[in-house]
């Protein structure tokens, strides 16, 4: 069995290779070997046409990513082939960074900053994180981490998914809670159902001088609605996504002062490999030995 990652480093972070699998690096260019005998390939996050790669690999049985999102994978992964995420990896990391989005934009440090650019010494009062009611429209693993955090600054959390649970309802709920949101955080995986949920209308229920934080998709929010919400100075907005992605230089979110912006670095800390390729180890140890594979993409999820 033949299994292609896309790190040389990760390798070593397989953990014990079943016998007769065989793993080589590929990380896109020149095949390492023939395509055709692959079992399981772990593409790179930006990797090669997946459509003719596709082709290439007739004995593909799983796509297993390094990412927790499939979107993008979906409309090409061939019929009958598993399409696995990476569930986990990156849930500690994305819920630092909304922490840290959230107490930036609310403390004023993008202002801030600007001002220090400006080496103008220029101090204001700001808001509190504390005594603030959040609300996760997402409470899987990454919204669960997010609400702990939010909830240890003393924050009031509401939550959102797809199905209600004790302490969690759904979409319907949404015109009850946004009025009462002082921060919104979309922590949704990109569906038709999610697609465009951030619209005009889901703005206009948000309260006057609201926080809203993406770090699911740029396309859950509608950019233009946003911007010009933004720009009214009525909400402010944290983000870690943009639809289109990179968001153009000239775009005018880039210079409201009610914008934080960052270029999608939500997972993007140390030790990337170290959390991601256990994960695929243990998915080579399954596919070897018969069993059902962890993280199977369903419905988007």
């Known amino acids: 069995m033949k299994i292609w990652?896309?790190?040389?480093?990760?390798?070593?972070?397989?953990?014990?290779?079943?016998?007769?699998?065989?793993?080589?690096?590929?990380?896109?260019?020149?095949?390492?070997?023939?395509?055709?005998?692959?079992?399981?390939?772990?593409?790179?996050?930006?990797?090669?046409?997946p459509a003719q790669t596709f082709k290439?690999?007739?004995?593909?049985?799983?796509?297993?990513?390094?990412?927790?999102?499939?979107?993008?994978?979906?409309?090409?992964?061939?019929?009958?082939?598993?399409?696995?995420?990476?569930?986990?990896?990156?849930?500690?990391?994305?819920?630092?960074?909304?922490?840290?989005?959230?107490?930036?934009?609310?403390?004023?440090?993008?202002?801030f900053a600007r001002k220090q650019t400006a080496r103008e010494w220029a101090p204001t009062r700001t808001g509190?994180?504390?005594?603030?009611?959040?609300?996760?429209?997402?409470?899987?693993?990454?919204?669960?981490?997010?609400?702990?955090?939010?909830?240890?600054?003393?924050?009031?959390?509401?939550?959102?998914?797809?199905?209600?649970?004790?302490?969690?309802?759904?979409?319907?709920?949404?015109?009850?809670?946004?009025?009462?949101?002082d921060v919104v955080v979309l922590i949704v995986p990109l569906t038709p159902e999610t697609e465009g949920l951030a619209d005009a209308a889901f703005l206009a229920r948000m309260k006057d001088g609201a926080l809203l934080v993406n770090a699911a998709r740029g396309k859950v929010a509608d950019t233009d609605a946003l911007t010009a919400e933004v720009a009214s100075g009525r909400l402010r907005c944290a983000l870690d996504v943009t639809?289109?992605?990179?968001?153009?230089?000239?775009?005018?979110?880039?210079?409201?002062?009610?914008?934080?912006?960052?270029?999608?670095v939500g997972g993007a800390v140390e030790g990337f490999a170290e959390r991601c390729y256990p994960l695929v180890g243990e998915q080579v140890r399954r596919l070897a030995a018969g069993e059902p594979l962890a993280n199977v993409a369903e419905n988007g999820y």
């Not at 590929?26 to 090669?48: C, H, M, N, R, T």
């Not at 390094?66 to 082939?81: C, K, M, T």
């Not at 981490?145 to 309802?169: C, D, H, L, Q, Y």
């Open 5 to 49: 990652i896309a790190h040389e480093a990760g390798r070593a972070l397989l953990g014990p290779v079943p016998d007769g699998v065989e793993v080589e690096v590929f990380e896109g260019g020149d095949y390492p070997s023939d395509p055709a005998g692959v079992s399981l390939w772990v593409p790179p996050f930006l990797g090669p046409n």
């Open 243 to 264: 639809e289109p992605e990179p968001l153009p230089a000239d775009h005018e979110l880039w210079g409201l002062e009610g914008a934080l912006i960052t270029p999608h």
């Open 56 to 111: 290439d690999m007739p004995e593909l049985k799983v796509v297993q990513l390094l990412s927790a999102g499939v979107e993008q994978w979906i409309p090409h992964v061939p019929d009958g082939v598993l399409l696995c995420n990476n569930r986990g990896a990156h849930t500690e990391a994305t819920a630092e960074w909304v922490l840290a989005a959230t107490l930036a934009s609310i403390r004023g440090f993008d202002r």
């Open 128 to 181: 509190s994180l504390s005594g603030a009611t959040a609300l996760m429209i997402g409470a899987g693993s990454i919204g669960e981490a997010i609400a702990r955090r939010f909830e240890a600054s003393n924050a009031t959390v509401r939550k959102i998914a797809r199905t209600a649970r004790p302490g969690v309802g759904t979409l319907a709920d949404l015109p009850d809670l946004l009025p009462e949101a």
